[in-house]
């Protein structure tokens, strides 16, 4: 069956050059062009992917409040925010909001194909992952492939897919740095260094919401990220 993509686009030109380049690359796309519409529709159904502007009509912040809702919704649906707005502003509140990329509509559409493609490989590989090595246990942290989930503690986390790729990363090998492109690596989207520094911000706030003293994710200045086992 096809991937379910909604697109989330108010210039019409855009939405059918997205619309037709995701359709002949095999995926079913439906498009909203207003907060409303989409709101409407993905109170009944919720796609496989989202991509999605920011500014909607006259409501320049739509999308962060369409993303917000669908984060409600559900933590691992994959958001991917395509818009005109470039500054490290826009970009780290969409992130902080829970998009797991973040792109310009200078971008190529072989491009953008190239990362929507990504983000559903992350899903489906780990989906496949042999139940063998499904869970992984290091101290209070327990990462579970099959069902893209992570506990701390006993507790729930709720992360998305990059977040979740994240975690599984650093997690796979404690006490050994990973570089922020070797992060990227794992995440599977060509992300900048703010990016993967974005994420680990708030991967760190999810985790201590449960745990005001959580630690495990260090800094190492200069080198990358490791993640250290109590």
């Known amino acids: 069956m096809a991937k379910r993509i909604a697109l989330v ?19 079913e796309v ?19 992917l989202v991509l999605l502007d920011i500014g909607l009509g006259d409501e320049p912040e739509a999308g962060f409040e369409i993303c917000r809702l669908l984060r409600q ?21 969409g992130l902080r909001l ?9 971008i190529s559409l072989p491009h953008l194909l190239a990362r929507v493609s990504a983000l559903f490989r992350r899903i489906d590989s780990l989906q496949a992952a042999p139940n063998a090595e499904s869970i992984q246990v290091i101290g209070q942290l327990e990462v579970n492939n099959e069902r893209l989930s992570v ?27 990973k570089s922020r492109e070797q992060l990227m690596q794992a995440v599977k989207a060509v992300v900048d260094d703010s990016t993967i520094t974005s994420h680990i911000k708030r ?15 260090e800094t190492v200045y200069g080198m990358g990220y490791r993640w250290n086992q109590h």
């Open 203 to 217: 991967i760190r706030q999810k985790f201590q919401q449960y745990d005001s003293a959580f630690d495990a994710i």
């Open 98 to 106: 829970g998009a797991d990329d973040y792109l310009t509509k200078d």
């Open 73 to 93: 919704k559900s933590s691992q649906l994959p958001i991917i925010f395509l818009t005109a707005l470039d500054s490290d502003f826009d970009i780290i509140s």
């Open 30 to 48: 439906m498009v909203y062009g207003t907060k409303q519409e989409a709101n409407t529709a993905f109170s009944t159904r919720l796609p496989d």
């Open 151 to 177: 506990t701390w503690a006993g507790q729930l986390i709720d992360l998305t897919v990059s977040e979740f790729w994240i975690v599984n990363a650093l997690a796979s090998k404690p006490g050994h740095v």
């Open 9 to 27: 686009e108010d210039e019409p030109i855009l939405q059918q050059n997205y619309s037709m380049a995701l359709k002949k690359a095999g995926y």
